[in-house]
């Protein structure tokens, strides 16, 4: 079957650093998102990785390993409003559509 | 500015009614999305459509409904016959081809049944 894997909640303090796991198994691998969605909005996009390693943009990099099935997303110098819901997608290559996993909700403190 | 317009944000619906949700794209994208997010799940696709004057199901279409008359719009139907409507509903495009086929989302209808 297709299974995507994060944690449902996660919690850290303004300017410390949070690592978001994502794991899946999918009828085949044509890349994987990170989508941020604050609640009640829209996801926006943040990043894509369809080679393995580390993808850096800013505050926010993201991780791929296609043999273990595994991404991350990490996230530096934690400000307030990176709270929200964080989402994990991956296109299968055999039928070309997006499976979303059921996302991360993030708590920033103070 | 491009975007994907939703309406309306929000929608109350009675049991045994048929509501229409708007989606307007001017992103010149080929393909348009209907997902549908409930609390603790993932997005899960309702239809999509390539092109004009086609589309496929996804993989909860029982009782949605959809039409792709125009480039630029993509409505959904939840009929009456969906058991249990009550969602945020996201509309999304993408332009098709080579890449990585960001998608782009609305800002997303939240439907309540009555």
């Known amino acids: 079957g297709q299974n995507i894997d994060q944690p449902t909640e996660m919690t850290a303090t303004e300017g410390a650093i949070v690592q978001i796991n994502c794991t899946y198994q999918t009828s085949g691998f044509n890349g994987l998102f990170w989508y941020q969605q604050h609640a009640g909005e829209a996801p926006t996009f943040l990043s894509y990785?369809?080679?393995?390693g580390l993808e850096e943009k800013g505050r926010f990099s993201s991780f791929l390993s296609r043999s273990k099935g595994y991404s991350y997303l990490l996230l530096k110098e934690l400000q307030m409003k990176d709270s929200a819901s964080y989402l994990c997608a991956v296109r299968s290559s055999n039928t070309g559509k997006l499976i979303f996993g059921q996302g991360t909700t993030l708590q920033v403190k103070p | 500015d491009g975007g994907i317009t939703q309406s309306p944000k929000y929608l109350f619906r009675k049991e045994g009614q048929n509501v229409t949700l708007s989606c307007e794209q001017n992103?010149?994208?080929?393909?348009m999305y209907w997902y549908r997010q409930d609390p603790g799940q993932g997005l899960r696709l309702i239809y999509y459509?390539?092109?004009?004057?086609?589309?496929q199901k996804g993989d909860i279409a029982e009782g949605y409904s959809v039409s792709r008359e125009k480039k630029e719009s993509f409505p959904l139907t939840v009929t009456s016959a969906q058991k249990n409507p009550t969602a945020f509903y996201l509309c999304a495009s993408t332009r098709e081809g080579r890449g990585a086929n960001v998608l782009t989302f609305g800002a997303g209808s939240r439907l309540t049944v009555l």
């Open positions: 459509s390539q092109i004009v004057n086609d589309f």
């Open positions: 992103l010149n994208h080929d393909a």
């Open positions: 990785n369809v080679l393995d």
